[in-house]
């Protein structure tokens, strides 16, 4: 066979093994073989990976890009592009209902709409429910997973205009059983957290740091247990979004050890950054305010790294929401007649191009392997919302790689916002050393991003829109707490 691309002498890293000593034939955005010695023609583009690792490239499961109820200071170009100049070569991204929407077959359309023809890389689309009726989880649920490709949902068990009730979550847990399809929860109580916040209010307590007080870590620990119980008494998958602190993932790993069909995802934040970053001059701690919050203690960043190398973590997700600090005419958001007010200030960090390269610093320092990488950055995120395809460097499978430099041979450099390709004025990640970063990076078997010559040579509009298929991981268990068993 002529192949388009060979890529040789790199280390091919999967979630369950290292291949060694092999090349990878591309040919129609495909890999069409691995194997030793593969021939090239003169038509054939040659990649020498200089013993560096091959890892697929990254799956990032939870992304907001142009959302309207999320701030999103990036566009669907500046977003994708930072993805791919950072390894991912798969984003999904949230489609979401108003309150007031009694369908969401529009909603679904005009996010499609919106994101057609501009992402650098492939894409999906989940769905944000906020007005469960009859009529959306019972006919419009199954259309879209049929002929959208669209597998998976978000509830949210906080923040006014998207709160559900229990009730309302154990509704949508029917359909989504029935459908097999992966329902995501975030957990926090939104009672403990509005009653905080109204007092701090009052008592003038309104910094940046307060936000970490308002939403402490029992609200998570309280609000993932219940899921986890509404989940069970339905035997329904759910994924918990963006975990934040031990006790979380407590709950999500005594779950699983019970084998009920929990997952947990957490995110570059909540491995590297303590709450101290909300303090600071001038509002700068208003730059690390997400929901969850930012943790007290190491032991906290600590339990997040363990929960992933011993597996309670599926996936790791950037969970990308970024505003500008500086918005238009140099406005503050957040900044009311110059006094900092928390609870306005946009929740969400930028972290699309830093997610990879900060999680792979965790294999360089021997906090998880290379295969708990791959894992939770790109094949788990892939077998949980059927992305079929991508996650893995295999035969048969989109030539999407993330090809690193190898060890020793970039020079540790220090992080600086300029170097990134999204569009937002800063990163939480500044001033951090690195001494690896995604060097080449291919979707389908294009080059997207070359560090060394060229930098971003990716396409808007390169990117295709994955119709998903319902979860290759997460399946009712037919296990229940007593003799009722939900409707089916
Ligand atoms: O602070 C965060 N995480 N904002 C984004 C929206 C969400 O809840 O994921
Ligand atoms: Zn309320
Ligand atoms: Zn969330
Ligand atoms: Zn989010």
């Given at each position: ?19 060694l ?24 583009s ?5 013993g560096?690792y091959?890892?697929?490239?990254g799956v ?11 701030p ?11 993805a791919?100049?950072?390894?991912t070569?798969?984003v ?20 499609l ?24 989880v ?12 669209i597998?998976s949902?978000?509830?949210?068990m ?6 559900l ?53 029992i ?14 008494l ?18 999500i ?17 909540y ?7 909300l303090?600071?001059?001038n509002?700068?701690?208003?730059k690390?305010?997400?929901s ?21 973590f ?19 958001l ?31 320092e021997g ?11 790109s ?11 991508k ?6 499978y ?11 041979k ?43 010559d060229?930098?971003f ?11 998903r298929t ?19």
């Amino acid at each position: 066979m002529e192949f388009d691309t060979v890529v040789r002498n790199g280390i091919i890293a999967n979630a369950s093994e290292c291949i060694l000593g092999q090349d990878i034939g591309i040919k129609d955005g495909l890999i069409a073989c691995i194997g030793i010695g593969l021939p090239v023609s003169a038509s054939t583009s040659v990649i020498d990976a200089q013993g560096g690792y091959i890892t697929p490239g990254g799956v990032d499961s939870h992304v907001h890009l142009e959302q309207w109820n999320t701030p999103t200071g990036d566009t669907w170009e500046t977003g994708t592009r930072s993805a791919v100049c950072g390894g991912t070569t798969t984003v999904l991204c949230f489609a979401s209902q108003n309150q007031t929407d009694q369908s969401v077959l529009p909603v679904v359309e005009d996010y499609l709409g919106l994101a057609k023809g501009r992402s650098a890389c492939d894409y999906g689309i989940h769905l944000i429910l906020t007005n469960p009726t009859k009529e959306v989880v019972e006919k419009e649920l199954p259309l879209l997973v049929r002929y959208s490709g669209i597998t998976s949902v978000k509830l949210y068990m906080t923040y006014h205009p998207m709160k559900l009730g229990d009730r309302e979550i154990l509704d949508i847990m029917v359909a989504t059983r029935r459908l097999g399809i992966t329902t995501m929860v975030h957990a926090e109580n939104h009672d403990m957290i509005e009653l905080i916040i109204e007092t701090l209010e009052q008592r003038g307590q309104v910094e940046p740091y307060y936000q970490a007080v308002s939403r402490p870590k029992i609200a998570e620990a309280e609000a993932t247990y219940r899921a986890i119980s509404l989940s069970e008494l339905m035997d329904t998958p759910i994924l918990l979004v963006h975990v934040s602190s031990e006790l979380a993932a407590k709950h999500i790993r005594d779950a699983q050890t019970r084998m009920l069909p929990i997952y947990g995802e957490t995110c570059p934040q909540y491995l590297y950054l303590l709450s101290d970053r909300l303090r600071g001059e001038n509002f700068e701690g208003a730059k690390c305010v997400c929901s969850p919050p930012l943790r007290e203690r190491p032991e906290d960043t600590d339990a997040m790294w363990t929960s992933i190398a011993n597996g309670t973590f599926t996936t790791f997700s950037s969970d990308h929401a970024a505003t500008k600090f500086y918005a238009e005419g140099g406005k503050r958001l957040g900044l009311i007649n110059g006094r900092p007010v928390f609870a306005k200030i946009p929740n969400g960090l930028p972290g699309l191009e830093t997610r990879l390269p900060l999680l792979f610093k965790g294999v360089e320092e021997g906090r998880i392997t290379i295969q708990d990488f791959v894992r939770v950055a790109s094949s788990n995120p892939a077998k949980l919302y059927g992305v079929t395809r991508k996650g893995a460097v295999l035969p048969g499978y989109d030539a999407d790689l993330c090809i690193w430099y190898p060890t020793g041979k970039l020079e540790p450099f220090v992080l600086k916002n300029s170097m990134l390709h999204h569009d937002i004025d800063y990163t939480p990640f500044e001033d951090m050393t690195f001494t690896n970063w995604p060097r080449y990076t291919l979707l389908r078997g294009k080059m997207g991003w070359n560090r060394d010559d060229g930098g971003f040579i990716g396409k808007f509009g390169g990117g295709n829109y994955i119709k998903r298929t319902v979860s290759a991981l997460a399946g009712p268990r037919n296990v229940f707490v007593n003799e009722w068993r939900p409707p089916i």
